[in-house]
């Protein structure tokens, strides 16, 4: 089980990247919550299976929509906190 937090770096608010992932994640299994930042960066938090999380970070690789993903910051998520759904924070 994987629970990691990835901070994305590019052009990705105002381009409906936070709603692409969240359709993904739901697609394809996964709880957590995405979030814009206020240095123009997005904030993820995964839980949910490796092979799950790969695919994510697959997916995020590819810039989907107008987005265009330079960097992707990935760590290990160690709060307690556990999630029902994925959602998208504001």
């Not at 990835?6 to 770096?9: D, E, G, P, V």
């Given at each position: 089980m994987a629970k990691v937090l990835?901070?994305?770096?590019g052009i990705v608010q105002n381009v409906g990247f936070?709603?692409?992932v969240k359709q993904f994640v739901d697609k394809h299994g996964g709880t957590g919550y995405?979030?814009?930042l206020p240095d123009q960066t997005v904030e993820l938090v995964?839980?949910?299976e490796?092979?799950?999380l790969e695919e994510l970070i697959i997916y995020l690789k590819t810039s989907p929509g107008h987005?265009?993903?330079?960097?992707?910051e990935t760590k290990e998520y160690n709060s307690g906190r556990?999630?029902?759904?994925?959602e998208i924070l504001v």
């Open positions: 990835l901070k994305i770096h936070r709603y692409m995405v979030r814009n995964y839980q949910g490796n092979h799950g987005s265009k993903v330079s960097n992707i556990t999630f029902e759904q994925f």
